[in-house]
């Protein structure tokens, strides 16, 4: 072979043309006519015929995008990859449009439908995910759930994923009171959940993180979080990362809980770069529960009082998780090392505490601000005004759930937080006010990993029910929606100059969509959203969803039965 025929062959794997090209890069003069990749790396963007003549080899592919749009792969700003899986393997609980379960009848029904599925016949327990109070009237009782089993323990969990429902069987193993009722919430919660998960057979638990990640790759996301892992589950992924690796990025933030010594503190292996597909990207706070199940932490009380469980509590407010002590030297332990803190907080007084938490270990290093250690608010449903400016001030990345907007708004308005509150949850428009990067995410499991959905709920902002946007001034536009999934959240994970936008010299991770979202502007395109699906997901070059349903999956890992713990379900 000659010189001149190993260049024809050793150029571009592929050439991506015929179709528009969302680069998400800034100062783009005008939008370009091809891509070309090879190997991991973008190495061609720009006209097409340019394209051709210095980067199609004998073996090039030229993938004709048909008029489908490509994109940056999207990247995970928050979510629990763990639980995706676990999702798929339990029984769906949620409501339409990702489920079938409108009353506690419908919950009994399919709690007693998975029971016998062959997967459901070799767990302990009897579990499923995703019930949503606000839709089936009320939380299931004890008395409810006996009509699954009497025999087994029965856990129903709220699809908050903080808090659920058992049976008599299982208030029984888990050594509560006779008295106690559901719902269980929070610290009672946590030990049901475990115990549930452990007596899934070890067999289904051992391709959890397979369905997660295929599930991922279906959405179009090429980079995902394991937000909140605590310590027996980070070293079982790594012992993934050393025998298969991965075929989706994976960033894994440890519970800062689990850091007990300056000991615990000094070993923690936080990196930037990824080995076989990981990295640990830092630590997680998680500083309060969820608006939805009315567990958050707030400044004022909830709109409609009393909460049920809460009857005597006057002026009900939710609760804290950690002492502000605990928070800040969290935040200050993290800080001092440089190491990324991520944290949960969904009420204003919990994003008080964190911006407080901040605001110390800044103090305590001499430092004005926090903005080249970029720590994350994830979800901050519940941020003021006034705390939007305090993200901007010290360098707090806003990472919002936006879909509650969908799940949740209408129960929002006339239950959980009312008017005005309810009309600002996730305020993206004052977060763009500000200059702030902002990111979304899907929190899944708690929602499905849906990249469509993140995106038509912060354009939209259309409740569940009825037309009318909750808070119509905090809508943004498709850009600004796919920035959240694209260059700011790879920003979020220090990734900009790798990820995130289509670049020569970036990392190749794509996703092809049916159609271009930037041509969906509401509202002439409210109900065209429901339409847009992902057609193929590319991660590092690589194919790993089309919708044709090829297989490319013949070598991911499986999980021996000895390998131990595999999810932990939230936060």
Partial sequence: ??????????????????????????????????????????????????????????????????????????????????????????????????????????????????????????????????????????????????????ERPVLAVHQSAHLGAVND??????????????????????????????GIAQSDQAGLYVVGRKEYSRFGFTTAQDGGAKRDLLDTLRVLQNTTGWKIDLAVYLKASELRSDEDW????????????????????????????????????????PVPGHEDEEGYRGYRILSDEAANDQVYQAFRRDIQVIAHVNGDAAIEQFIKAVEAACARLGESN???????????????????????????IPSFFTMHTFYWGDWYRSTVLGGERAENI????????????????HDAPVALANSIAILSSQVTRKPRFGEEPLGPLQRVTVLDALKSLTINAAYQYFEEDIKGSIETGKQADLVVLNVNPLELAEPEHLKSWEDVRVLETIRRGRTRFDDRGAEHDEDDPEVAPDLGPLVQHRC
Avoid at 281 to 300: C, M, N
Avoid at 371 to 393: D, G, L, M, N
Avoid at 430 to 436: H, Y
């Fill in 370 to 396: 926090a903005v080249h250690r970029r720590p994350v608010a994830i979800h901050a449903q519940t941020a003021t005004r006034s705390q939007i400016e305090a993200f901007a001030r010290l360098g707090i």
């Fill in 1 to 150: 072979m000659t010189d001149s025929d190993t260049s024809a062959l050793f150029k571009a794997d592929r050439i991506f043309f015929n179709g528009p090209i969302v680069t998400m890069a800034d100062g783009e003069a005008a939008p370009p006519g091809a891509v070309a990749i090879r190997g991991e790396k973008i190495v061609f963007v720009g006209d097409l015929v340019e394209a051709e003549t210095k980067w199609k080899g004998l073996l090039t592919r030229m993938q004709d995008l048909r008029g489908a749009a490509l994109l940056p792969g999207f990247i995970d700003a928050h979510g629990h990859m763990g639980g995706v899986g676990l999702q798929g393997l339990l029984a769906n609980l949620l409501a339409e449009p990702d489920g079938k379960v409108g009353s506690v009848d419908d919950v009994v029904r399919t709690l007693s439908e998975w029971g016998e599925t062959e997967v459901g016949r070799r767990s302990q327990w009897i579990v499923g995910m995703g019930y949503d109070d606000s839709l089936i009237g009320g939380h299931p009782t004890q008395e409810q759930l006996n009509a699954v089993s009497i």
């Fill in 266 to 305: 000094d070993r923690l292996d936080v990196s930037n770069e990824y080995y076989r597909g990981m990295r640990l990207a830092g630590v997680k706070l998680v500083l309060d529960g969820s608006p939805q199940g009315r567990t958050a932490w707030l400044g004022e009380p909830y709109f409609e009082q």
């Fill in 426 to 441: 996730s305020p993206t428009g004052w977060a763009l006010e500000q200059g702030l990067r902002y990111t979304a995410h």
């Fill in 169 to 198: 069987k299982g208030m029984e193993l888990l050594g509560y009171a006779a008295a106690k009722r559901n719902p269980l919430e929070e610290t009672e919660f946590d030990p049901a959940f475990d115990m549930a998960i452990k």
